[in-house]
């Protein structure tokens, strides 16, 4: 019972370290040449002298950019709290300019304990937002605004960033424009009126180095000696995870998931599966933990498509690639059954069934997204005669059927050739 | 208006009826009488608990997948990262996952993609269960909140988490660590979205898509936990920009012996019923590995597999087992190329055929020749109808006057010549390009006059039949007032697809959804000339 309490402990305490994303950034920012410090220095110095400043933070999706954001801003508005007004919007939200407007209205009145008012019109929340940042620049208050997904920001008019951007030219005004995006041609999307009022300021995140991960792997994973953990359990944790840490076999299961995607939050994902298949009766990691997430992460789904198909299905898979093999540009339901009557009666077998049957697996392969329609319209039409393509390659539907339980010979024969 | 029957079934309950296993729902109905107060315990399963034992064998072959999520949820009150869940249809995912949540007795949101078919019925129906709202009469079935904008819905949604995890903190620490049957464990709140896929065919599937798949990171909450649900595999979404990955947890298709496992579960005689599934599970399987298609194709063939047994509870021998299947073989080739059963009422062997899956449309199979006659009632102007409207479809309009001439269309097929390779090649594109296209379209016109023309031509055959009767010879008495009513009856029973108007001519087109099997039954049953109609090329 000892024991599992403690490791039951411990994987609340792992878990809520890797959803704590400030957790995770903390010690791969503390070096000065971090994107950390280079952000922190220049938010902080236009805070102090009281400029304007706008800056790009690019890099693939999952590597940590808001998550050093936040950590700046926090540290930020520990340091200043008075100072400080921090506005937060995203791409996928409020891309529209409207929603836009009227969300930087809704969070400034917030911070600064105004009345905000729902039914303010496009043009009354604009002009707010320029008459606050008026405002706050002669009171010598900065005004950050973090756009996550720079990108879709700029998509139509643009109006958003030209309004902020042009506000920020004046003398009176004190704001930060931090974007953020996973494209790294974001500035290039803009106008060119937005693009000429906007530093080209960019802060590039790359994925994390070999050390950092050792680095990272450990400051997530082992457990802290003056918690309220059995000491003795904790150092025999740690020292069980030293051990795996070191162990080749591990080193090779981490660079091959790292292979397809080497970003701070892919690993996260695979530690949480690792910590979530720890056995609470030991309560302690082993290596065998990592290699069943390994497993359970990097899956086939057309593969596992393939395996849940019925043997029916699968003949009309194969009907149709012989289709596509002919070169024949676009077919149906109707010439896929002809097909597969031209195999019956070459290749006679148990397997001929009727055309309502053939459909209802028709119709299971579309669900499964094995096969689909060539183009959306056509709606009118039943579906025997909407023209539909694989989209399953050959290699895909060969691998597949070879680890197919049970797979009729015939099939094997017909996909061979 | 007097007494108003509010139907006060609480959220739980239609949940729960949904799933396998049935909870006792008495407490909710006690108290239909008083106003429903709604609490915390609204977020958990009512009614009693479910031990871990009963949960596996609720879901035979599902062990792995329930441990993995067990897993996967944690311990109580430990934050989670997103899972996503998927898995062919009827593979148990959305009623895996809310017996989950029973047996752990968390407090959980579920909003499913198919019942919430907007952006905003999907968000206002969360925030309504979040606010233990409940539309009703008295607030005339309003939501809590007016919400369509991705925007909106997160403050709005993040406003009331944090209220909700508060008070479950409250009530947690409240009543310590012993807690009854009911009410809810830890102060994590889990939200499920079922049919995920769906939304992909919403309007602004675009941008709702990457919002929902992104929802994690806007709440920044570790308190709540996201589990999405989808019928297709995550590389469906790849293609949606602002895709992020989430935990995958996947359930296959169960295999056959897992099928026979579930089949077998609810059954009175196991033993009998194993007997059967021996003769039908195997070929069954090869065309169709879905439970729900399964059990109703079995439901009705195990009724006739027991039909020459005179006591349902014996257990069968070798002997009657042999026997029993020499009874039943006759009976397995037809219904395994059968996907739609309906007992006919008209006491006769034959059955109908039908496959009423999309639009409904009735095909013959055509694995039930035997059965020359048509098994509906159709009066004989509306199987001329059904006849002309083949006609239409199949026939291009340039030969109709050629094919209903007065000698009644038996010199069409003169035309014959040597085919030469080129031609014969064209043939075959041009075979190929029917193939491709389906039945045509027609307008009204063109469907009365081919009924007319062959309405006569069947009269003249009549003639020819018996020519002392004088009484057939009624000229154009076929076309009478009620032929439109008969083809919109048609078109209601879907033999007659009413398509769009024609932008240039302004009319309805017509389309003939009936295949050519049907369509020669029908004519063999008027002793009408189909094929000679026919125009092949």
Redesign the interface.
């Known amino acids: 019972m000892g024991i599992e309490n403690q490791a039951?402990k411990s994987?609340?305490l792992i878990?809520?370290r890797?959803?704590?994303p400030n957790f995770i950034f903390k010690p791969l920012s503390d070096s000065p040449d971090s994107n950390y410090s280079k952000l922190k220095f220049i938010i902080s110095s236009s805070i102090t002298e009281a400029c304007n400043n706008s800056i790009l933070l690019l890099g693939p999706?999952?590597s940590g950019k808001?998550a050093v954001l936040e950590l700046v801003l926090n540290d930020l508005l520990e340091q200043y709290p008075d100072t400080i007004t921090v506005i937060r919007l995203?791409g996928?939200?409020?891309?529209e300019d409207n929603?836009a407007f009227k969300?930087i209205a809704?969070q400034l009145c917030m911070e600064h304990n105004l009345l905000f008012s729902k039914m303010a019109s496009f043009d009354d929340n604009s002009q707010f937002m320029i008459a606050m940042l008026r405002e706050c620049g002669l009171a010598h208050k900065t005004i950050i605004f973090a756009l996550d997904?720079f990108d879709l920001f700029a998509q139509g008019k643009q109006r958003l960033l030209y309004s902020l951007l042009d506000a920020m030219q004046s003398v009176t005004s004190q704001a930060v424009v931090v974007g953020v995006s996973c494209r790294l041609d974001a500035d290039q999307l803009l106008e060119k009126r937005v693009r000429s009022r906007f530093s080209h300021r960019k802060l590039l995140f790359l994925p994390p180095s070999k050390e950092d991960v050792q680095r990272l792997l450990e400051h997530v994973l082992s457990l802290p000696m003056d918690s309220n953990l059995a000491h003795d359990y904790a150092t025999g944790f740690n020292e069980k995870l030293q051990s795996i840490l070191a162990d080749e076999r591990f080193k090779e299961i981490i660079s091959t998931y790292l292979n397809s995607n080497p970003t701070v939050?892919?690993l996260?994902?695979f530690l949480?599966?690792a910590i979530?298949?720890m056995e609470l009766k030991s309560g302690f990691l082993s290596l065998e933990n990592f290699k069943v997430a390994l497993s359970?992460?990097q899956?086939q789904?057309?593969q596992?498509?393939i395996?849940?198909?019925?043997?029916?299905e699968i003949y009309i898979l194969i009907c149709m690639k012989r289709l596509e093999i002919k070169e024949?540009n676009?077919?149906?339901f109707?010439?896929v059954m002809?097909e597969y009557k031209s195999i019956h009666d070459s290749f006679p077998t148990?397997?001929y069934?009727?055309?309502?049957?053939c459909?209802?697996?028709f119709?299971?392969l579309l669900?499964?997204?094995l096969i689909c329609f060539t183009e959306n319209r056509g709606h009118?039409?039943?579906?025997?005669?909407r023209?539909v393509k694989l989209v399953i390659s050959y290699a895909e539907l060969q691998e597949g059927l070879k680890s197919y339980?049970s797979c009729p010979a015939i099939l094997l024969k017909l996909i061979d050739r | 208006m007097g007494k108003v029957e509010s139907p006060e079934i609480t959220r739980r309950a239609t949940r729960s009826s949904s799933s396998t296993a049935v909870t006792s729902n008495e407490v909710e109905t006690a108290k239909i009488t008083e106003p429903y107060k709604p609490t915390l315990n609204d977020f958990v399963f009512g009614g009693e608990r479910l031990s871990f034992d009963d949960l596996l064998s609720s879901f035979p072959s599902r062990g792995n997948q329930i441990r993995e999520l067990l897993r996967l949820l944690g311990p109580v009150n430990s934050p989670m990262l997103p899972l996503f869940i998927y898995g062919g249809p009827s593979t148990g995912k959305t009623s895996t996952i809310l017996q989950i949540f029973r047996y752990l007795s968390r407090p959980f949101v579920y909003a499913s993609c198919l019942t919430c078919y907007s952006p905003r019925i999907l968000f206002e129906s969360v925030l309504n269960q979040l606010l233990l709202h409940k539309k009703n009469a008295a607030n005339r079935y309003s939501s809590a909140k007016h919400c369509d904008k991705p925007a909106d819905f997160v403050n709005f949604l993040r406003e009331d988490l944090v209220g909700v995890i508060e008070n479950l903190k409250r009530s947690s620490k409240k009543l310590g660590s012993n807690k009854p049957a009911g009410r809810p464990n830890g102060n994590m709140l889990y939200l499920i979205f079922d049919n995920l896929e769906l939304i992909r065919e919403w309007d602004k599937s675009s941008s709702i898509l990457p919002f929902m798949f992104n929802l994690y990171d806007f709440l920044k909450l570790q308190e709540v936990g996201l589990i999405f649900i989808s019928n297709t595999s995550p590389d469906t979404y790849y293609s949606n920009m602002g895709y992020t990955e989430h935990v995958p947890v996947y359930f296959p298709e169960y295999t056959e012996e897992d099928l026979r496992q579930i089949l077998t579960r609810n059954q009175e005689n196991r033993k009998l019923y194993s007997s059967f599934l021996d003769v039908v599970l195997r070929p069954f399987c090869r065309t169709t590995r879905r439970v729900d298609e399964l059990s109703t194709a079995f439901s009705a063939l195990f009724r006739k597999y027991c039909e020459s047994l005179s006591d349902l509870a014996s257990v069968p021998n070798e002997e009657m087992k042999r026997r029993l299947f020499s009874h039943f073989q006759p009976h397995i080739a037809p219904s395994l190329n059968e996907v739609f059963w309906v007992p006919s009422k008209s006491s006769t062997e034959v059955e109908i055929n039908k496959d009423t899956r999309r639009k409904g449309s009735v095909r013959k199979s055509q694995g039930c020749e035997h059965f020359a006659q048509i098994d509906f009632h159709l009066s004989t102007s509306a199987k001329y109808l059904l006849i002309s409207a083949f006609l239409a479809s199949r026939n291009p309009a340039t030969l109709d006057a050629s094919l209903f001439d007065s000698t009644g269309g038996s010199d069409s097929r003169k035309r014959k010549r040597k085919a030469s390779e080129k031609s014969m090649e064209q043939k075959e594109a041009a075979e190929q390009e029917l193939l491709m296209k389906g039945p045509g379209t027609f307008p009204l016109e063109r469907l009365l006059a081919i009924f007319q023309c062959i309405i006569s031509v069947a009269d003249s055959f009549d003639e020819e039949e018996h020519e002392n009767d004088v009484l057939r010879v009624e000229g154009d008495g076929g076309l009478m007032s009620d032929v439109l009513l008969q083809l919109s009856s048609l078109c209601n029973a879907n033999f007659i697809i009413k398509g769009k108007s024609c932008p240039l001519e302004g009319s309805t087109r017509y389309r003939s959804t009936i295949s050519e099997d049907l369509a020669l039954k029908v004519a063999r049953s008027l002793k009408f000339p189909l094929p000679n109609y026919l125009y092949r090329r």
């Not at chain 1, 069934?353 to 049957?357: D, H, I, K, L, R």
């Open positions: 039951e994987l609340n878990r809520s890797i959803c704590n999706r999952g808001v995203n996928l939200l409020h891309s929603s969300e809704r997904e939050n892919h996260l994902r949480f599966l979530s298949h359970s992460l899956r789904p057309k596992e498509c395996k849940d198909c019925s043997i029916l024949q676009s077919y149906n109707i010439s002809k148990s397997d069934y009727a055309q309502n049957v459909l209802r697996a119709e299971h669900q499964r997204e009118g039409q039943s579906i025997e005669f023209p339980r």
